[in-house]
């Protein structure tokens, strides 16, 4: 009776590709220019650890990667936060629609509002 060969390889370990630390956001911004290289996949997340304030506040953040001719494409959206405490969070990569990572990504937050302020923000970007 023929086997399958034992499968020892486990999967690498995750890397922090964006960590923002705790901030204050009152605009719209971006991570800049990502090495999204040595990974395949990964989550996305954001938490509102204080509160939001403003008049329908929001904040929206979103994983781009740069196509060859250097286009910014949107492969996540994330659920839109309107109050805090909250969180969103997703994949981004092959398990989250097909798409897959260029090499070259960036983290982008809109925020929308009249005088919108997000405090305890924290945003991260784990691959594998």
Known sequence: M????????LPADPVTVYASG???ITASGDSGLLDTGSVANGILS??????ATGTTPSLQVNFDVQD??????TVQSLTAITSGP?????????????????????????????????????ISLIGR
Do not use: C, D, E, H
């Not at 023929?2 to 390889?9: C, F, K, N, S, Y």
């Not at 954001?46 to 509160?51: A, K, T």
């Not at 060859?68 to 494409?73: A, F, P, Q, V, Y």
């Open 2 to 9: 023929a086997r399958a060969p034992l499968v020892t390889a």
């Open 22 to 24: 705790t901030q204050t």
């Open 46 to 51: 954001v938490f509102v650890n204080g509160g």
């Open 68 to 73: 060859g001719n250097g286009n910014w494409l």
């Open 86 to 122: 909250n969180f969103a969070f997703g994949s981004v990569g092959p398990g989250s629609g097909g798409y897959i990572l260029t090499g070259k990504g960036r983290v982008r937050w809109v925020v929308t509002g009249t005088t919108p302020s997000f405090t305890g923000v924290t």
